[in-house]
């Protein structure tokens, strides 16, 4: 992807459309130097064969009142201008096919590089910034085939070539014709109109772009509405109606100012240059007039230069198969640049990694384990500090469990274990080496994690559990059957129309949705998998916060049991359900306040043990007695 430009804000209108004229232009090679010279040729030709209609049929009105002129002479002018309309028609698909391609490849090359700045290269705190997303949306939205993309604006720029050969042609044949002056009134008349045209549409694209907030507004109640998520409490509560009446308020906020800024950009402009038209044709026709009225213009001369000034006076309007194109589709490639620039500037500032081999190769499984030695993490520069001074050593082939209340900063200790963050200051360390020193790519080839949120992908069940370990080649069923085993999976298996290659999800044919917590044991299954193929560490978030207490007792005594020697961490906010851990830390405000066995714990009377029996006292479970 090219390099992005700064923002156009306060830049003149000249130096902004030449400036996104030389990127419109530095897409083009993205679409195969093949490909693109061959379109160029075509549009050429497609632009020159109205000129040739023109001069063909002028010669057939030459020759048919002159006495003496052959039927052959005649029958070859008519079949010179129809062959010429004729290729013309025959071309046109040919020029909408290749226009196709380069739309398709120079997309491809967009989403790519969208998707590995999104994705890979850039720290995870670019998408937790709500601008960023803003321009995220933005360039989704026209690969979404909401807007205009890229690849159209590209498409749209070669489809241009024949309107501007036609327009060069018609000013040389009115040169020819008539005089150069005529010529040159021609041209700038015609760019003129061109210019104001493309002006109006540009403005009018600004002020599309500026209501893009009360478009997400409308999309958003439209999808609540008519989705299946929200749509029982909406009829238990009876907010239909609610929901109709603020959908129209929503409109009308975005159609009034829309509309209002449609009829003051276009419409006083369009006054304007269509008496610049009328006065420039006008012009030009009196140009023509006193020759042709002394009789100093034959037949064929005043024919080819009528119809040669029609051609730039249709400047005048949009091209269907460019304006709305390059307009739109380069605003898109816009946020996508915006996008890439944040992204670079976060990579600037995120803490280098020391220079080492980059062999792809996972990095190895920690020895001696992992240690957080002083670690101080803030989202923000001026932000509190979620961790504050964090301590703590995750011993090798030991169960280790992070309690806590909410906002203790366990999440954020994942986060800053599995590389989605770097340490504000203070460093994480695996066998003493810190992790810095390594890729992220590297040490994340060695984690299986289930998130607190984590992703149901519209996909089979197969391909749901599997991904917790792509890139390791083909999946094998025994790893996916022990990973389906360990997340207590096999009777949703029994029950499935299609077996694993059921797709999860009911918008799709045969395809069938789970619960809360059957989602939940598939995420389970993606991380075990993992665990099958070679991860060494397994990380999860609040793994069991959709199973009820029994299921979640019953969870983690299974868990605890399968992975005896295994590096673990457990995430959770009820104390009684991890007390089998190796090990039990409690954070609270950023640090770690006690640590030890659960019995441990309990002896020691201090905050655990406070809080390990005001959950239990919630529930009629022999875990209090046990405490006790």
């Not at 046109?92 to 969208?114: K, S």
């Not at 159609?255 to 240059?273: C, K, Q, S, Y």
């Given at each position: 992807?090219?390099?992005?430009?700064a923002?156009?804000a306060?830049?003149?209108p000249?130096?902004?459309?030449?400036?996104?004229?030389?990127d419109?232009?530095?897409?083009?090679?993205?679409?195969?130097?093949g490909?693109?010279?061959?379109?160029?040729?075509?549009?050429?030709?497609?632009?020159?064969?109205?000129?040739?209609?023109?001069?063909?049929?002028?010669?057939?009105?030459?020759?048919?009142?002159r006495?003496?002129?052959?039927?052959?002479?005649?029958?070859?002018?008519?079949?010179?201008?129809l062959g010429?309309?004729?290729?013309q028609?025959?071309?046109?698909?040919?020029q909408?096919?290749?226009?196709?391609?380069?739309?398709r490849?120079?997309?491809?090359?967009?989403?790519?590089?969208l998707?590995?700045?999104?994705?890979?290269?850039?720290?995870i705190?670019?998408l937790e910034?709500e601008?960023?997303?803003?321009?995220?949306s933005?360039?989704?939205?026209?690969?979404?085939r909401?807007l205009?993309?890229?690849?159209?604006?590209?498409?749209g720029?070669?489809?241009?070539i024949?309107?501007y050969?036609?327009?060069?042609?018609?000013?040389?044949l009115v040169?020819?014709?008539?005089?150069?002056?005529?010529?040159l009134?021609?041209?700038?008349t015609a760019?003129l109109?061109?210019?104001?045209?493309?002006?109006?549409?540009?403005?009018?694209?600004?002020?599309?772009?500026?209501?893009?907030?009360?478009?997400?507004?409308?999309?958003?109640?439209?999808?609540?509405?008519?989705?299946?998520?929200?749509?029982?409490e909406?009829?238990?509560?009876?907010?239909?109606?609610?929901?109709?009446?603020?959908?129209?308020?929503?409109?009308?906020?975005y159609?009034d100012?829309l509309?209002?800024?449609?009829?003051?950009?276009?419409?006083?402009?369009?006054?304007v240059?269509?008496l610049?038209?009328?006065?420039?044709?006008?012009?030009?026709?009196?140009?023509?007039?006193?020759p042709?009225?002394?009789?100093?213009?034959?037949?064929?001369?005043?024919?080819?230069?009528?119809q040669?000034?029609?051609?730039?006076?249709?400047f005048?309007?949009?091209?269907?198969?460019?304006?709305?194109?390059?307009?739109?589709?380069?605003?898109?490639?816009?946020?996508?640049?915006a996008?890439?620039?944040?992204a670079?500037a976060?990579?600037?500032?995120?803490p280098?990694?020391a220079?080492?081999?980059?062999?792809?190769?996972?990095?190895?499984?920690?020895?001696?384990?992992?240690?957080f030695?002083?670690?101080?993490?803030?989202?923000?520069?001026?932000?509190?500090a979620?961790?504050?001074?964090l301590d703590l050593?995750?011993e090798?082939?030991?169960?280790?469990?992070?309690?806590?209340?909410?906002?203790?900063?366990?999440?954020t200790?994942?986060?800053?274990?599995?590389?989605?963050?770097?340490?504000t200051?203070g460093r994480?360390t695996a066998?003493g080496?810190?992790?810095r020193?390594?890729?992220?790519?590297?040490?994340?080839?060695?984690?299986?994690?289930?998130?607190q949120k984590?992703?149901?992908?519209?996909l089979?069940?197969?391909?749901?559990?599997?991904?917790?370990?792509?890139?390791?080649?083909?999946?094998?069923d025994?790893?996916f059957?022990?990973?389906?085993?360990r997340?207590?999976?096999?009777?949703v298996?029994a029950?499935?129309?299609h077996?694993?290659?059921?797709?999860?999800s009911?918008?799709?044919?045969?395809g069938?949705d789970?619960?809360?917590g059957?989602?939940?044991?598939?995420?389970?299954?993606?991380?075990?998998h993992?665990?099958?193929?070679?991860?060494?560490?397994?990380?999860?978030?609040?793994?069991?916060?959709?199973?009820?207490?029994?299921?979640?007792?019953?969870?983690?005594?299974?868990?605890?049991?399968?992975?005896?020697?295994?590096?673990?961490?457990?995430?959770?906010?009820?104390?009684?359900?991890?007390?089998?851990?190796?090990r039990?830390?409690?954070?609270?405000?950023?640090?770690?306040a006690?640590?030890g066995?659960?019995?441990?714990?309990?002896?020691?009377?201090?905050?655990?043990a406070?809080?390990?029996?005001l959950?239990?006292?919630?529930?009629?479970?022999?875990?209090?007695?046990?405490?006790?």
């Amino acid at each position: 992807m090219s390099p992005p430009h700064a923002p156009t804000a306060s830049v003149s209108p000249l130096r902004a459309r030449a400036r996104r004229t030389r990127d419109l232009i530095g897409l083009l090679p993205h679409a195969g130097a093949g490909l693109v010279s061959a379109a160029v040729a075509l549009n050429l030709v497609i632009g020159l064969l109205p000129l040739a209609f023109i001069v063909w049929m002028s010669v057939l009105l030459d020759r048919l009142p002159r006495a003496g002129t052959g039927t052959g002479a005649v029958l070859a002018a008519l079949f010179l201008a129809l062959g010429a309309f004729v290729l013309q028609q025959l071309l046109a698909p040919f020029q909408a096919a290749l226009g196709e391609v380069a739309t398709r490849r120079v997309d491809g090359h967009c989403v790519t590089g969208l998707m590995d700045t999104a994705l890979r290269r850039s720290p995870i705190s670019l998408l937790e910034n709500e601008e960023t997303l803003k321009l995220l949306s933005d360039a989704r939205g026209a690969f979404d085939r909401l807007l205009p993309t890229p690849g159209d604006a590209a498409a749209g720029a070669l489809a241009l070539i024949a309107r501007y050969t036609q327009l060069s042609g018609a000013v040389v044949l009115v040169g020819i014709t008539l005089s150069p002056w005529a010529a040159l009134l021609t041209g700038a008349t015609a760019l003129l109109l061109r210019f104001g045209q493309r002006g109006s549409l540009g403005r009018f694209a600004g002020l599309y772009q500026g209501l893009a907030g009360e478009r997400r507004k409308i999309a958003y109640m439209l999808r609540t509405a008519g989705g299946t998520e929200a749509a029982k409490e909406i009829r238990v509560l009876g907010l239909s109606g609610w929901f109709g009446a603020r959908h129209h308020a929503d409109m009308r906020g975005y159609l009034d100012p829309l509309w209002e800024g449609r009829r003051r950009i276009l419409m006083g402009p369009f006054v304007v240059l269509a008496l610049a038209g009328l006065a420039g044709g006008s012009g030009v026709l009196l140009l023509l007039a006193g020759p042709a009225a002394r009789g100093e213009l034959s037949l064929l001369t005043l024919a080819i230069a009528l119809q040669a000034v029609l051609i730039p006076m249709r400047f005048g309007v949009y091209f269907p198969e460019a304006d709305v194109q390059t307009q739109y589709g380069m605003q898109a490639y816009d946020s996508l640049t915006a996008f890439t620039r944040r992204a670079a500037a976060l990579e600037e500032r995120a803490p280098a990694a020391a220079p080492r081999p980059r062999t792809g190769e996972a990095a190895p499984a920690p020895a001696e384990g992992v240690r957080f030695e002083n670690v101080v993490f803030r989202y923000t520069p001026d932000g509190p500090a979620v961790l504050d001074g964090l301590d703590l050593e995750i011993e090798a082939g030991r169960s280790t469990a992070i309690v806590g209340l909410n906002g203790a900063g366990k999440t954020t200790l994942v986060k800053l274990l599995t590389r989605l963050h770097e340490p504000t200051s203070g460093r994480v360390t695996a066998d003493g080496a810190d992790l810095r020193d390594r890729t992220p790519a590297e040490w994340q080839r060695r984690l299986a994690v289930t998130f607190q949120k984590f992703n149901r992908y519209e996909l089979s069940l197969r391909d749901n559990v599997v991904l917790g370990a792509p890139g390791t080649g083909a999946p094998e069923d025994a790893a996916f059957e022990a990973a389906m085993a360990r997340a207590g999976l096999d009777d949703v298996l029994a029950r499935l129309p299609h077996g694993p290659d059921t797709v999860l999800s009911r918008q799709y044919e045969d395809g069938i949705d789970l619960s809360g917590g059957q989602w939940q044991r598939v995420a389970l299954a993606r991380s075990f998998h993992a665990v099958e193929r070679g991860a060494r560490i397994l990380v999860l978030d609040e793994p069991t916060s959709q199973l009820d207490v029994r299921a979640e007792v019953e969870f983690f005594d299974r868990f605890l049991t399968m992975t005896k020697g295994l590096t673990s961490v457990v995430i959770s906010h009820r104390f009684s359900t991890v007390r089998r851990a190796d090990r039990i830390v409690v954070l609270e405000h950023g640090k770690v306040a006690e640590q030890g066995t659960h019995d441990e714990l309990l002896a020691l009377g201090g905050r655990y043990a406070e809080l390990f029996r005001l959950q239990a006292q919630r529930f009629s479970d022999p875990l209090l007695e046990e405490a006790r």
